[in-house]
């Protein structure tokens, strides 16, 4: 029956499409399981294999296909680890279309006879505004997570903080089959997803909940990473646990298990690991270090939805799902830097610092997502909320401030100026002229926070050609505390030498809550296609941030007149000795209540090429301070009107081809507190400063982007500039005292800061039949940075950084039957120039190449390795220029019979060469970095993974075909796995008559 009806519907298509010419259409199934088969190739061939046209079956497995002409043709079908299916047709004027029914695709099992040439599968292809990556086109090490995947996606980049950026843009959050997945945290599936697991990566930009429900663009785009799993494994149980250990005392444990069904999917994690989440991707040389110190973390959670099996759209629908999470984390961080900071008059002022923290946090948080659709035309949606948080800190510094490079006097500044702890004088004789002054601090803080919220989204159509109206109300409350003390050594050096000593306690309480409502209402006007977009929404905002600072100095026996303290840091005197400490011209108690409404009107015009948007949104905001500090106690009203215009044009220039241009402007204000005339000196080196003369800042932002795909080539680009630049952006006037290092720092308006940008993507596996393919990215940006610097009573002056960086990264593989090698490398160069001081201007770039291979024996047995140079260039201290040759690898063999188990050996940084340093620069200062990391090390895995209810085999491997000898990538198209040029030969041929 359902044969009969799949027929039908193909008979139906054929005879719609026959008035338009040609065509040629069907259902590609699996033969056993009777599945659609999506995204498998079809091309359309004259009878000598010459390409005539070709296209890729739906999601259902269809395809239609029209060529331009008649004659007799050959249509080959090629998916993933099936056979090859070939039909020959004959389209002529008595049959001017060819319904070929439902087409079975047997599973790929026969080796083919001599020697065979492995092609690599379609990498990557473009469908609108989405990034199709096909997961089996790239080679991972065995037992690989979803981070090693992603790393080798052509325009991903994966910072050492977990940070992805994919075609130049920043991912927000990753999803599983089009589903929330522990709320979209990126760390949770990057950790803990096997990469074996995933059959295709999708990359899109996902419109806001409200923006699907009602169609009003409210800008509040994300881009997203949507995972769809293997079939096989979408109606099973999957686990993955994952025990290691390794030497200097390391470990990374993990356990994966999910269970799924066509309506429902419930899944839990939990990993402990103290090497900084750190996993072997084998990608070859780069930047990427052990991340910024020691990490150790303890995190698990459990995350699902369940539907009661109707279409989402449905009337009667009814879907639920949420998750929970815990994480604690305890870090260990040792940091060096040396900065640089740019004054008037050619001269600058140079600090270094030397710090210790060890911290600890814990977090818990749940959420629930709630769909109910009471008819066909109305949505509900319901999203509470809740998390709680706890963390600790204890932390201690050296720190120096100089009127010129000490580099240029000793090799060691700080162990120089250090060289007593109790005799500040003690110093050598070159630093005596240049030294301003020293700070030995140590501090320690607690703190916890908690929140509830909830969001509720009601959605009515009110006809089938577009018209809706939509209520939207939220509400959230937080609290939080954090009480910290700290205890400051220091020592002026310049004219009046003195010693300071500054010891506090800060409680700073903070209670918070606001509410919403938003009504929206969408009519279709006259025109097809357009649309009139409205709504208005109400928002009120309570926030309550005290800080109490109690100046322990002021009391005997904690620092007093300079005198060393007597009681420990964390040691409170009395209840009343407390208050005498309480520090009236820095303690501060505000109150904020805000009142905004928000009017949005826009034009949206939709067909099939065109997607048009434009819109303002106008916004009355009327907020009230309540502030009291010192002898201040006032109450400020401020009214103002923000305006942002936004207008979006997407042109669907063909199926694999988009032009997309988007402007938004927006105004923003200044706090109430910069407003005020207020000065902080709770650091004594470091005082802020309010200006009451502050006027609101216009940004505008222009972006452009082109993308392509060219099937028969397996070719992809990308192409994206934007623009943006801030009017009357505020910036810190900073005021430098070279007699005490005091910096004074006040808001101000300026001009003249702007940034522009270029980037450019080019993916391609040189055709259907290639073994090899390239990538290449290139990525050019500019920013004008303008900051204002003033010296003693001296008038600011204005400084204006020019930055240009530039970086290139490209990446070739061959794959040559079990055998895959890869080149690869990367330099990024940043020019920097100074309009105030030439000494600021700067030249340095950092290059990276190498390789890495992969091979993997017939028993099961793979080798990985990468081998790259790392260089860095221009740096000031001589240190930071280094040469670090990195070389990792991993052994790895599969056991038992269904090879469910794998254990390996992971070696990190063999020749001990990595570091970790980085450069920050703006138009006021320049600072290098160094921090602690984990980088050498090996550890040992074992990973065992079970397919319950899935299938017959144990290991995720076993759904793709396996040849003879043991091992054999899957293939789409023209993808992994055996293939030869031209016709393949008789003894595997399939052909439908």
């Known amino acids: 029956m359902n044969r009969f009806i799949c027929t039908l519907v193909m008979v139906c298509l054929s005879l719609g499409a026959w008035a338009d010419g040609w065509s040629i259409s069907g259902k590609v199934v699996d033969s056993g399981t009777k599945e659609p088969i999506p995204m498998a190739g079809v091309r359309v061939m004259k009878p000598d294999s010459t390409f005539i046209t070709g296209d890729a079956t739906s999601e259902l497995g269809i395809f239609i296909i029209k060529p331009e002409k008649g004659g007799k043709m050959i249509v080959k079908i090629t998916s993933v680890g099936y056979k090859t299916v ?39 292809e473009v469908k609108g505004d989405t990034f199709v990556y096909n997961a089996s086109a790239y080679r991972v090490p065995e037992g690989a997570y979803l981070e090693s995947l992603v790393e080798k996606l052509p325009g991903a980049v994966v910072d050492d903080d977990g940070n992805i950026t994919i075609n130049g843009k920043k991912v927000t959050q990753i999803r599983l089959d089009g589903k929330d997945f522990f709320k979209g945290d990126k760390s949770v599936a990057m950790k803990n997803l096997p990469a074996d697991i ?42 993955n646990i994952d025990l290691s250990l390794g030497n200097k005392h390391r470990y990374a444990d993990q356990l994966f298990a999910t269970g799924n069904t066509e309506n429902s ?21 780069g930047f990427r270090g052990g991340g910024n110190g020691l990490t150790a973390v303890k995190r698990g959670g ?46 600058s002022s140079f600090s270094n610092r030397a710090g210790k923290n060890i911290g600890s946090s814990n977090s818990f948080d749940a959420d629930l997502n709630i769909q109910w659709n009471p008819d066909s035309l109305t949505q509900v949606r319901f999203r509470p909320s809740v998390s709680f948080s706890r ?103 310049q004219n009046n030498q003195r010693r300071r000593i500054n010891n506090q306690y800060q409680d700073r309480p903070s209670n918070n809550w606001d509410y919403s409502m938003r009504l929206s209402y969408t009519e279709p006007l006259l025109v097809k296609g357009l649309y009139l977009n409205t709504s208005y929404e109400y928002q009120h905002k309570y926030q309550d941030q005290n800080r109490n600072l109690y100046q322990l100095d002021s009391l005997d026996g904690y620092g007093r007149n300079g005198e060393t303290p007597r009681y420990p840091l964390g040691y409170l005197p009395s209840g009343d000795s407390l208050l005498l400490a309480k520090s009236i011209e820095n303690s501060r108690y505000a109150t904020y209540h805000d009142d905004i409404h928000t009017a949005n009107v826009g034009l949206r015009f939709v067909n099939k090429m065109f997607n048009l948007s434009a819109g303002v949104q106008m916004q009355p905001q009327r907020t009230k301070l309540d502030y009291q500090k010192n002898q201040l106690d006032t109450v400020v009203v401020r009214n103002v009107f923000k305006l942002a ?48 003369g502050l006027k609101p800042s216009w940004t505008n932002n222009l972006d452009a982007s082109y993308s392509n795909y060219w099937r028969t080539s397996q070719s992809a680009v990308r192409l994206r500039a934007n623009y943006s630049n801030t009017q009357n952006s505020i910036s810190s006037a900073v005021t430098y005292d070279e007699q005490t290092g005091v910096r004074t720092t006040r808001p101000e308006n300026i001009n003249g800061n702007w940034d522009a940008g270029m980037f450019a993507l080019f993916s391609t596996s040189f055709g259907d039949e290639s073994p090899f393919s390239f990538f290449t990215v290139t990525d050019y ?44 490398g990367s330099v990024n160069y940043q020019h920097s120039r100074s309009t105030l001081q030439s000494q600021a201007d700067l030249d340095t770039y950092t290059f990276a190449y190498g390789g890495n291979v992969q091979y993997t024996t017939s028993f099961g047995f793979s080798i990985t390795t990468d081998l790259g140079m790392n260089s860095r260039r221009g740096y000031d201290d001589a240190s930071m220029n280094t040469n670090e040759l990195i070389w990792n690898a991993q052994l790895s063999q599969t056991l038992f019979k269904n090879k469910a188990a794998t254990i390996s050996l992971q070696f990190f940084d063999i020749l001990h060469r990595q570091s970790n340093i980085s450069r920050t620069i703006n138009a006021q200062m320049r600072s290098d970095s160094r921090s602690n990391s984990i980088n050498s090390y090996f550890m040992l895995h074992f990973i065992c993974r079970l397919n319950i209810l899935g299938g017959q085999d144990g290991r995720i491997h076993s759904d793709r075909p396996h040849r003879g000898d043991g091992f054999e990538p899957p293939f789409r198209g023209g993808g992994d796995g055996p293939r030869n040029f031209g016709r393949p030969p008789g003894n595997i041929e399939v052909r439908s008559r």
């Open 781 to 824: 940006r500019y920013a004008n940075s303008v900051g204002y610097m003033s010296v003693g009573n001296n008038s600011s002056s204005k400084n204006t950084m020019r930055t240009s960086t530039i970086s290139e990264r490209a990446r070739g593989s061959v794959r040559l039957g079990l055998f895959e090698l890869g080149l690869n």
């Open 645 to 692: 215009p936004n207008v979006r044009l997407r042109y669907n220039i063909s199926k694999e081809s988009r032009l997309e241009l988007n402007y938004r402007g927006n105004s923003s204000q200044p706090s109430m507190t910069d407003l005020l005339d207020i000065t902080d000196t709770s650091d004594p080196l470091n005082i802020t400063m309010g200006n009451p």
């Open 198 to 239: 995933v059959e295709r990566i999708q990359a899109y930009e996902k419109k806001s909940d409200y923006t699907e429900m009602t169609g009003i663009d409210d800008g509040n785009e994300e881009t997203v990473i949507d995972l769809r799993l293997k079939k096989k494994l979408k109606r099973a149980w999957f686990s």
């Open 265 to 285: 999917r419930i899944s839990f994690y939990g990993n402990l690991n103290n090497v900084n989440s750190r996993g072997f991707r084998g990608g070859g040389p």
């Open 302 to 347: 459990a995350s699902g939805f369940w539907n009661n099996g109707l279409r989402e759209r449905e009337g009667g629908f009814f879907q639920i799902g949420g998750g929970v999470n815990f994480r604690y984390t305890g870090t260990d961080n040792t940091t060096s830097s040396n900065s640089e900071s740019f004054l008037t008059n050619n001269s």
């Open 391 to 493: 963390s600790e800190s204890h932390s201690s510094s050296l720190s120096a401030t100089f009127n010129s490079d000490p580099y240029e006097k000793v090799d060691s500044p700080l162990d120089s100026i250090f060289h007593s702890l109790t005799e500040p004088l003690d110093i050598p004789a070159e630093l005596r002229p240049i030294a301003v002054n020293r700070n030995r601090r140590t501090s320690y803080s607690r703190s916890n926070s908690s929140r509830v919220g909830g969001e509720l989204n009601i959605m009515r159509r009110l006809s089938r050609s577009g018209r809706n109206i939509s209520l939207r109300a939220s509400g959230n409350y937080s609290d939080s505390n954090n009480r910290s003390y700290s205890l400051s050594d220091i020592y002026y050096y």
């Open 86 to 124: 070939y039909h020959d047709i004959t389209l002529d004027r008595q049959h001017k279309s060819a319904a070929l029914g439902t087409i079975l695709m047997e599973p790929d099992v026969v080796a083919l006879k001599g020697a065979t040439i492995t092609a690599t599968a379609a990498k990557v």
